[in-house]
C-alpha cells in the first residue's frame, strides 16, 4: 500500500480505504481461484495495482467517460483504475468465467458502483461503444488492436485521442511492426522509478 502513496497522494479517505482492503481481498479469493501466482501475491501493489495505475498517471479520464477492459483476469487494470476514477464507468471483460467471480468479488467487497462485468471475448460483444480500451498483458498488439478498434468510438473526448491503452513487457520491436500501427510509446519506469518496470511500457493506438 505504501508503494501507491509514493507516486499518488491526493486520494479521498474512501479511496485509501479501498485500496487498502485490497489485499486481504485477493489473498481470500486467491486462496479459491487462482488468478495472482503465489509468488506476486506479496507484491500485488507494485505488480499488478501501481502497474495498472501507470495509465492513471498518463490521463485524467473525465467523468462519464466509458471504458473497456479487454481480458481483465482477475481485475487489472480495471479495478485499481475504478477506484482512482469513480465518476468513470469501466466494463471489464474475460472469457473465462471464473476469473470474472473474482473480479465481482472483490467489487462488491470494496463497494465499487462504476463496475461491470461480462463473460465473453472482446470480438464477440456487438452495438457497443466505448471511449477507450484497456488491456494488461492479455495478447499481441495486432490482436488486441483488431479486437478493440471496431468497440471505440472515434473521437477526442480529453487530452488523449480515443483509442486503446495497454501495458506490456519486454522488447516490443518486432510486435509493433506485425501491428501495422504505430503507438505512442512510454516507459512506465519514467514514470514510476521501480525495478520491476524497467522492460514495461505503457502503449497508446488512437482510434
Not at 486481504?24 to 488468478?35: A, C, G, H, P, T
Not at 503465489?38 to 499488478?48: A, C, F, P, V
Not at 498488439?141 to 478498434?149: C, D, G, I, N, R
Request: hydrophobic share 45%; charged share 25%; with cysteine.
Amino acid at each position: 500500500m505504501e508503494i501507491l502513496l509514493k507516486y499518488f497522494s491526493d486520494f479521498t479517505e474512501t479511496q485509501l480505504q479501498q485500496f487498502a482492503a485490497l489485499d486481504e481481498l485477493y489473498r481470500d479469493w486467491n486462496s479459491k481461484i487462482n488468478v495472482i501466482s503465489r509468488k506476486d501475491i506479496d507484491s500485488l501493489y507494485e505488480k499488478h495495482v501501481l502497474h495498472s495505475l501507470a495509465i492513471a498517471a498518463v490521463i485524467e479520464f473525465k467523468p462519464g467517460t466509458q471504458i473497456i477492459d479487454i481480458g481483465t483476469g482477475g481485475g487489472f487494470p480495471g479495478i485499481p483504475l475504478a477506484i482512482f476514477f469513480p465518476e468513470v464507468k469501466f466494463h471489464l471483460v474475460d472469457s473465462i468465467a471464473k476469473k470474472l467471480k473474482v473480479v465481482e468479488g472483490v467489487a462488491a467487497g470494496i463497494g465499487l458502483k462504476n463496475v461491470t462485468t461480462q463473460h465473453t471475448r472482446a470480438e464477440e460483444i456487438k452495438n457497443r461503444k466505448f471511449d477507450f480500451a484497456v488491456s494488461r498483458a492479455v495478447a499481441p498488439l495486432k490482436e488486441l488492436w483488431q479486437w478493440s478498434k471496431p468497440l471505440i468510438k472515434k473521437g477526442n473526448t480529453q487530452e488523449l485521442a480515443n483509442g486503446l491503452i495497454c501495458l506490456k513487457g519486454g522488447d516490443l520491436t518486432v510486435e509493433i511492426f506485425e501491428s501495422n500501427v504505430r503507438p505512442y510509446m512510454v516507459a512506465v519506469q519514467n514514470i514510476f522509478n521501480e525495478d520491476f518496470f524497467k522492460d514495461k511500457h505503457l502503449l497508446h493506438v488512437t482510434a
